[in-house]
């Protein structure tokens, strides 16, 4: 091949090479498809901080990764150094792998004040083997109680997978990944109710012992002789108004030049509405509409959360 191209053995070493590259290159971008490889440039510590000791919180890789441990000396957390108001919020997670009963792991975005606005993820885990519960919960305005929870339809431990909140004026919408698996709409006008749009919010994410509640509502106990639990993290960029010294106008006010706040997110689309429907039909644990013991009568938000 060579004597054909009339290369040199330098030229052909160098071919060689930058085939290999490419081929290296590619497979680096389809495994990042695949969420095994990790390129999220932004590093942990340009968006968020954690306040938690070395033995239970690690940044890893140059910041593309954290992790927050759970023993049975500490629980652990990080938040993020600022606060926002709307947009698209979220993260890759791998939850605690293995025996997680007992371990609840949030994440969440919440407004510090008495009458709090708060957008939940909390995993439950389980002993080896037996699925996660997912419980979602808002509140506004201080009240929540409207607790949701789903079943994966993945193993969480395995892979990263990204869990994130579409917030606009019009509709709180919680993704796994591309599925949507709930959406609370804006019912201010319709029902006098109130709707996380004023208040900025902090993101955070914690890990603790629910052992009273999480697994099997308190029957399973936290087995410390399996500690450390660990969760890992990655994708730290948020693609989110920042409320720059409490002032919230620029992100309520000039919010209409958002693309979260555009005509094709202010209703879920209609492959959407399927997605959510396979999600409600087959994976869905509890729901606080429909669970009669709490509310003999069912909020009045649930018939218009539909779609
Ligand atoms: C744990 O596994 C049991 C048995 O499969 C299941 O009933 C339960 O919903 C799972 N999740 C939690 C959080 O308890």
Redesign the pocket.
Known sequence: MAAILNLDTFQVWWLILCMAYMMLNLQVRVHGQMGETNSYPTSFLTNYASGSDGQHFRVLNNGQQAQLILDEYSASGFGSKYKYLFGKIGIRMKLVPGDS?GTVTAYYMMSQTARHDEMDFEF????SG????LQTNIFAGGKGEREQ?I?LWFDPTADFHEYSVLWNKRQIVFYVDDTPIRVFKNNKQSLGMDYPDSQPVGIYSTIWNGENW????G??KLNWTHAPFVATYEKFNVDACLVVNGNTAPCIQAAQNNWWEQSAYQTLGVHEVDQLNWVRKYYL?YNYCTDRGRNPTPPAECALNVL
């Open positions: 009963a439950l885990g389980n002993v037996q699925p996660y519960q929870r079943f999480a697994t099997n509502d029957w399973v644990v």
